[in-house]
């Protein structure tokens, strides 16, 4: 079965940032990597739902399901945790409350917004296709592993 997986964009159109986490050592992937707010689906919950609970569990940052659009999807053949693949939902927000905060800090190292301009180097190679995307061409799919 492939795994579902919803991550968000909190696009800050004044400012022009991003918010983003940086991944723990003890992360199951991706150590010391740079990411969006991102996790997996609970059985029998929308997707937009766990778009909303993930960004609130790692940020504290609240939105409101109908403040999500579709930004990107990915499709992967593989990854960890999900031999038989994964689709992420990535969706992008101009709208939330709160104050961003680190709140699993035995998964990240840090929650900061970052420029648009210029994002870390040290990305999840995945969620940075998906950034690239939204703020150069608007493709909304990406497709990883299946060559």
């Known amino acids: 079965m492939t795994l579902l997986v919803a991550a968000v964009i909190v696009h800050d159109k004044a400012t022009n940032r991003v918010l ?5 050592p003890r992360a199951k992937f991706a150590q010391g990597k740079w990411d969006l707010p991102v996790g997996k689906n609970e059985p029998g919950e929308p997707i937009t739902i766990t778009a909303v609970r993930e960004l609130y569990e790692e940020t504290g940052v609240a939105v409101r399901p109908e403040d999500l659009r579709v930004a990107h999807i990915i499709h992967s053949a593989r990854g960890v945790e999900s031999p ?64």
Do not use: I
């Open 20 to 24: 983003l986490l940086q991944r723990g």
């Open 84 to 147: 038989n693949g994964f689709l992420t939902v990535v969706f992008v927000t101009h709208e939330w409350s709160g104050t961003p905060e680190n709140r699993e800090p035995d998964k990240h190292t840090q929650v900061r917004w970052a420029d648009a301009d210029s994002f870390p180097e040290a990305f999840v190679p995945t969620t940075a296709t998906a950034l690239h995307h939204y703020f150069n061409d608007g493709l909304e799919l990406s497709l990883k592993g299946w060559q």
